[in-house]
């Protein structure tokens, strides 16, 4: 490569042309600058961005639904709600094996819970029916397999049965659920010869033997047990279950299963904007359960407020800030940083002891007379309460950028306006302070942020009318247990800020971002 | 208009102007202090709850004590949650200061590719509000086995702190003059040593402010440690929440004045600092 | 160099101080006095008696059921034992997320030889719950604000006019949507029945919007006790030990309104998923702070009812201001007169439902 270069190219010291070489000096720049950025990279990437993005994957996780009722998410397929008409006995079948198990397990519970999320009476519906789906009257069938043959109530009967190669086959249903049975008897731990078969075995047998069409001899005696199961009062699951409770035959509760079957789910996402997934399609949730409109309305609203209240405060001060000598600004700026570097929660509490109807301010109000000692004012416990203390909490944000912004704007402006005739008045708003606006766009923008996601403060001050959204999506992650829902609204509250943040990094510049 | 004097000549409207922003200010800055100041006194109160008593009020000693003082120190729950605090925030700051330092080094190279993309992403734990943080970091650590453990709280606060660190230290790079490094390294010494002894003590301040602002979100943090942590680890913060709470103690109110005194202290440290570090780079005159 | 190295050394020092030698137990409890009294009670005569035992206290009971899924959900359990209300535990044992216990098994008999479950009795209403206390939540008010005509009758809370004021209620349907139906006019015996319907919950939830605007909601049990000493609120329901030690042990101007006082349990879990060994050691602390004596002993620190029939005699006087104890029970009969139960398998079912309508009902 170097013989065909011609002379008029010029050279590096070792001879490659200098271009080249500094392309590689500067690819090995770029190259060294992002491998020391890399250990953080990573770092982030795993201890913040992971937790992140699976929280937000649980909003549309859905496998619950599948996971617990297998069968009976399948059998359900065929059945459509809009019929109006609860679904065929073969669907309460797939149920009754399904909730045995999962009731084994103790995990209908949770999907009771689930459900209930989407409709309530779900929950309830799922723990009555819990506690009577192992005493179904299926016991009936047990008792005729017995009568007709005592060896079936030998569990190893039963195993011997499973281990003819043609189990399976034959009997699809009952291999079905005894694997489901083995594999719950290896759970606790129980030995599988010494436990006598559930009903459910029982019935599946039945059910199997009924649909038998070209019989092979598993065992023997066999023709004369598949006849005489051919002639056992058959027992309707339909009635079991309207009997455990007749909500099961509401097509709507059925619906709702359906509907949530697949492993992914947009339910959380609508429930978090005040939306549900009804039989006839996406609708607005009733009146009385909007509630989640409202409190991100509550929360833009009252993070506004506090936003105006901190450009207010911090204005003046900035502004006085910059037309002190140096030293005594920075002395002043002490006073700023203070509350800042104050613990959160000492500010807050600081502000429960002032606020309070018995507290310092109302006290001071009452002992100048102010305010009569009978109507105190009311300042906590409500958005007001709320306000004053993000207000305070959150003002050196808004101070510090507008201060260095303001500190750059020569003064000389504002003298040679009012030299040609400008009032103090016209200076200021004509002149000044259209020169002051980055800063105070720098500030809101950050405290705007700031704010809506804010969960102590509001906590611990705001009662129940000056909660923020966070303080819902901590409820639901502690409280309720709507872990969905809980990630959904923390999903929406970060796109918020996340588009706020992108504003503020192409109007403001990321690395403009200082800290005193 | 310069606001520090009044000319002699001044029209009543320009002094009622002049002194009424004054005040104006001066009742901002009460605002901002208020809040500090008036749990100073409330923490020495003889009783066990938040409001002045009228003992207080008279100035009268007996409604004053250093009781709520004397739990602090000798109660085991805050002993216990200021011995981790301190065994956690420190470990914590080390790991944001070492990988922030670094990463700031390499994001104020003007080559650096994506700057403002990488920027952006590593500021960000700083912008997510910090119930997401927190809820994400719960169900990710509790599937990783990191949940209720030391490393998982240190390792939360660590990644909390990095945004102030990478901002305090991309500010000291932006002064800083690249001929120094390259002439050290001409002179043949080599990438670690030209770390140690040149850019080192020239950034020392933005490390060391961007340290004490990571400290202090470690020290100071009570949302992501509720949901990480579990009783082993619980600080101080956590403690203090719990006082809030379940407790009716005012001993929150002295552990609130030992804080605010800590934080003058850090205050001035930082401070000083700065003026050092202006000093250095000779970009202030005052 | 050596600074690196120092550093790093500083740091495996200060990571690895406190975790001594002791085997560590962490018990999860409701924090305050009650932990405190456990802690007398309990926890500081078992560590007396096992010095390589160290009891954590962690005071996350109020989110245990969360926690607790959330640790399952990994697989990676790190608390030993939990200290939950009755309706928690029936939940947290109908999700698998408590272990089984045979009480006779696991728990001391009685000092007469009867065994544990009868000594116990009825309060073990489910299988993973170990009864420790009876308590009640009952209502406190400022006995200087309601002047000559202190209140007798639970619908005080809802009669503003005698009373005005703030109130503080728990943040929560239960208790509160009772109380709401009995003052309604519903009968004691039916209150259930109605509030198993839709109409009876909206009747429930119109009841309390009355005093909607009157009331602060309390999430945490020492907040009542707050807000009644510091006069925020003109009453308020909480659990009585706290009131008690509001009254009785810092001489707040406060009486307790004890009708319609709702009884409930609290007790011990031990979380499922719990390896062998770490069973064996919380079985062994279980087996003594679950003894008559431990559980009468707890009584001289808070007003709470020891679970077990046979420390009821034992409960003496308080440990430190010497008063009788037994007139500050939930259970003496002058306090007992008008006492609501508590229906747990109606909640266990029903607490999704109410819980959600009375939360959209509450941020409206």
Not at chain 1, 315 to 342: E, Q
Not at chain 1, 385 to 398: D, N, Q, R, V
Not at chain 3, 98 to 115: F, I, K, N, Q, R
Not at chain 3, 172 to 180: K, T
Request: aromatic fraction near 10%; hydrophobic fraction near 45%; charged fraction near 20%.
């Amino acid at each position: 490569m170097q013989n065909e270069s011609t002379p008029e190219i010029p050279l590096a010291a070792d001879g490659r042309p200098l271009e080249q070489s500094l392309q590689r000096a500067l690819r090995a720049q770029k190259i060294r600058a992002f491998l020391l950025v890399v250990p953080l990279l990573v770092f982030v990437l795993i201890t913040f961005l992971a937790p992140i993005a699976d929280m937000l994957y649980r909003a549309v996780d859905n496998r619950i639904v599948s996971e617990t009722l297998p069968r009976t998410v399948e059998a359900l397929s065929d059945w459509e709600e809009s019929e109006n008409e609860p679904p065929e006995e073969d669907v309460f079948i797939a149920l009754y094996y399904d909730l045995f198990f999962a009731a084994e397990n103790k995990i209908h519970t949770r999907l009771g819970s689930r459900l209930n999320y989407q409709e309530t009476g779900m929950s309830s519906l799922f723990r009555r029916t819990g506690r009577r789906v192992d005493r179904f009257d299926t016991d009936e069938l047990t008792d005729a397999f017995i009568d007709f043959d005592p060896r079936w109530e030998d569990p190893t009967h039963w195993i011997t049965l499973s281990e003819h190669p043609e189990f399976a086959n034959q009997l699809p249903e009952t291999a079905g659920v005894w694997d489901d049975w083995t594999q719950l008897l290896i759970a606790e731990e129980d030995e599988l010869s010494e436990e006598e078969p559930e009903d459910l075995i029982y019935f599946a047998l039945y059910r199997d033997l009924n649909n038998i069409g070209q019989p092979v001899a598993l065992m023997d005696n066999w023709s004369e047990t598949v006849s005489a199961a051919q002639s056992f009062e058959p027992v309707s699951l339909r009635e079991q279950f309207a009997d455990a409770d007749e909500d099961w035959l509401l097509p709507s509760v059925w619906g709702t299963i359906k509907r949530f079957s697949p492993t992914i789910t947009d339910g959380y996402l609508l429930n978090a904007v005040d939306m549900q997934k009804t039989a006839d399609g996406i609708e607005a949730q009733p009146e009385s359960r909007q509630i989640y409109g409202l409190l991100f309305g509550r929360t833009l609203f009252m993070s506004l407020v506090i936003t105006i209240s901190s450009i207010l405060l911090a204005y003046p001060i900035s502004y006085f800030l910059t037309s002190l000598p140096m030293r005594k600004a920075n002395l002043l700026l002490i006073l700023v940083l203070l509350p800042f570097w104050t613990s959160l929660l000492v500010r807050t509490s600081a502000w429960k002891v002032l606020l309070q109807q018995q507290g310092v301010i109302n006290d001071l109000l009452v002992w100048v007379g102010l305010v009569d000692d009978a109507n105190r004012l009311v300042m906590m416990n409500n958005q007001t309460g709320t306000i004053i203390a993000m207000t305070h909490i959150l003002l050196p944000f808004m101070i510090l950028p507008m201060y260095s912004v303001m500190r750059t704007i020569p003064p000389s402006y504002v003298r040679a306006a009012k030299s040609l005739g400008a009032t103090n008045w016209t200076a200021f708003w004509r002149v000044y302070f259209p020169q002051s606006v980055p800063g105070i766009g720098a500030g809101s923008i950050l405290v705007f942020i700031m704010a809506i996601g804010y969960y102590i403060t509001p906590a611990i001050v705001g009662g129940t009318e000056g909660i923020f959204i966070s303080n819902r999506i901590a409820y639901h992650i502690s409280s309720s247990l709507n872990w969905g829902l809980a990630s959904a609204l923390g999903g929406i509250l970060l796109l918020a800020v996340v588009i706020l943040y992108w504003l503020y990094d192409k109007f403001v510049g990321i690395d403009n971002l200082k800290l005193g | 208009m310069d606001m520090n004097t009044l000319p002699s000549y001044a029209s009543t409207g320009e002094k009622v102007w002049f002194y009424g922003f004054r005040v104006l200010c001066g009742l901002i800055f009460f605002f901002l202090v208020a809040p500090i100041i008036v749990i100073i006194p409330l923490s020495f109160n003889a009783q066990n709850f938040f409001t002045f008593t009228k003992e207080m009020l008279a100035f009268d000693p007996a409604g004053y004590s250093l009781k709520h003082y004397q739990d602090f120190f000798t109660n085991s729950d805050w002993t216990g949650a200021i011995l981790n605090s301190i065994r956690i925030a420190p470990v914590a700051t080390l790991i944001s200061v070492s990988l922030g330092t670094l990463a700031a080094i390499g994001l104020s190279n003007p080559h650096m590719p994506f700057k403002r993309l990488i920027t952006a992403f590593l500021i960000s734990p700083m912008i997510v509000p910090l119930v997401i943080s927190a809820a994400g970091m719960y169900f990710f650590f509790s599937r990783i086995g990191l949940q209720g453990t030391y490393w998982g709280v240190v390792l939360a606060h660590a990644v909390l702190g990095i945004p102030f660190v990478i901002i305090t230290v991309t500010a000291t790079m932006v002064g800083f003059d690249r001929s120094l490094t390259r002439a050290a390294a001409s002179l043949g010494a080599n990438p670690i040593t030209t770390f140690w002894k040149i850019q080192m003590p020239l950034i020392l301040p933005g490390v060391i402010s961007g340290g004490l602002f990571a400290f202090i979100t470690s020290f100071d943090e009570v949302v992501v440690v509720l949901f990480v942590g579990s009783s082993a680890q619980k600080t101080l913060p956590w403690q203090m929440f719990i006082g809030l709470r379940e407790q009716i103690s005012p001993t929150i109110l002295a552990v609130a004045t030992v804080l605010v005194a800590l934080s003058i202290l850090l205050l001035t440290t930082v401070e000083l600092l700065r003026r050092r570090s202006e000093r250095i780079r000779g970009l202030t005159p005052g | 160099m050596t600074l690196s190295k120092t550093l790093a050394a500083g740091v495996m020092t200060l990571a690895t101080v406190g975790s001594a030698l002791a085997t560590d137990l962490t018990i999860v409890s409701w924090g305050g006095a009650y932990s405190e009294s456990q802690q007398k009670a309990y926890h500081d005569p078992y560590m007396e008696m096992n010095p390589d035992i160290n009891i954590i206290n962690d005071e996350s009971s109020a989110e245990a059921v969360a926690k607790l899924r959330a640790m399952n959900e990994a697989g990676n359990v790190t608390w030993d034992l939990v200290d939950v209300v009755a309706s928690d535990a029936l939940r947290l044992c109908d999700e698998g997320l408590a272990m089984e216990v045979d009480h006779d098994d696991v728990l001391a008999p009685a000092p007469d030889g009867t065994d544990a479950s009868d000594d116990f009795g009825d309060l073990i209403v489910s299988d993973c719950f170990i009864p420790q206390i009876v308590y009640s939540t009952t209502v406190g008010y400022r006995s200087d604000a309601v002047g000559d005509n202190p209140p007798t009758d639970i619908c005080a809370i809802f009669d503003t006019e005698t009373y005005p004021g703030k109130r503080s209620l728990e943040k929560r349907p239960i208790n509160n949507m009772e109380w709401a139906l009995l003052c309604d006019g519903v009968p004691k015996d039916e209150v259930y029945d109605v509030l198993e319907t839709n109409a009876g919950q909206e009747r429930a939830l119109a009841k309390l919007d009355t005093i909607k605007d009157d009331v602060i909601w309390w999430s945490a049990g020492a907040d009542t006790p707050q807000l009644l000493a510091d006069g925020e609120v003109i009453m308020g329901s909480t659990y009585n030990g706290r009131l008690f030690s509001l009254i009785v042990e810092q001489n707040q101007p406060v009486e307790m309104l004890w009708d319609a006082q709702v009884f409930d349990l609290d007790g011990w879990i031990i979380p499922a998923g719990l390896p062998d060994e770490r069973v064996e050691e919380v079985l062994d602390y279980l087996y003594f702070a679950t003894d008559t004596q431990r559980l009468a002993d707890q009584a001289k620190y808070i007003s709470y009812g020891p679970a077990r029939e046979s420390s009821a005699p034992l409960v003496g006087k308080h440990a430190e201001l010497g008063i009788e104890m037994a007139p500050h029970m939930p259970t003496d009969p002058n306090n007992s007169k008008n006492t609501f139960l508590y229906n747990y398998e109606f909640w266990a079912d029903y607490r999704d439902d109410i819980d959600a309508k009375f939360q959209a009902w509450l941020v409206r």
